[in-house]
């Protein structure tokens, strides 16, 4: 069966396992997040979207709505069933459903779970919901070339860097980033990346 066939922008998926769950954001979820855009200005600091204030957070979250109506997006909000609080987002994006393929990212968590292993949870279900349920044939992944920490949880994850490419997109202060492309494949979650990440769950 074809991505076309199974992806339904309507349905509302819910992804959990023990220590996650992964379910589709809505507007109101804007309570839960805006103590991070208060209290931890620091995880926006790599964001092509300037988030300093309540009414970003409302525009960042509307966008995402919007963009799921649109079926190019589908974002989640994360619950870390450990501190039983919301704690980031994550999102499909760039969704391609005739050439099977989607983007994943607009990914942040607060920093009371950085180093916890609430990563590995949620990307092992996002990725096993892509590829074993919607039939994804590719994942694609970027950040910002200079983001060491956000690249090096991707590479941990099993990701392939693909390269970078240059001056790719304005940053909100008007200055350019270079975009680093990782990916993983299919193929790639079967033979290898799906046991790299249940070994770190």
Not at 48 to 70: C, P
Request: hydrophobic residues 40%; neutral net charge; proline residues 2%.
């Amino acid at each position: 069966m074809s991505t076309m066939d199974q992806f339904d922008f309507t349905k509302d998926y819910v992804l959990e396992d023990d220590r996650v769950i992964l379910r589709p954001i809505t507007f109101t979820d804007i309570e839960h997040l805006v103590q991070y855009v208060i209290n931890e200005p620091e995880l926006w600091q790599f964001s092509l979207v300037a988030i300093q204030k309540s009414e970003d957070l409302k525009g960042y979250i509307q966008a995402a709505i919007d963009a799921r109506l649109s079926k190019t997006a589908y974002a989640f909000i994360v619950f870390d069933k450990t501190s039983q609080s919301y704690v980031g987002s994550t999102r499909f994006y760039d969704i391609q459903l005739p050439f099977e393929t989607t983007q994943l990212g607009y990914t942040w968590y607060s920093k009371k779970v950085w180093g916890t292993g609430l990563n590995q949870h949620c990307k092992y279900l996002i990725l096993q919901f892509a590829f074993e349920q919607m039939h994804f044939k590719r994942v694609e992944f970027r950040a910002d070339n200079t983001n060491k920490r956000s690249i090096a949880a991707m590479q941990k994850i099993g990701c392939t860097v693909e390269g970078v490419l240059r001056s790719h997109l304005p940053k909100p202060d008007g200055t350019r980033r270079d975009s680093i492309v990782l990916s993983i494949t299919k193929e790639e979650w079967e033979n290898s990346v799906k046991k790299i990440i249940q070994a770190q769950l």
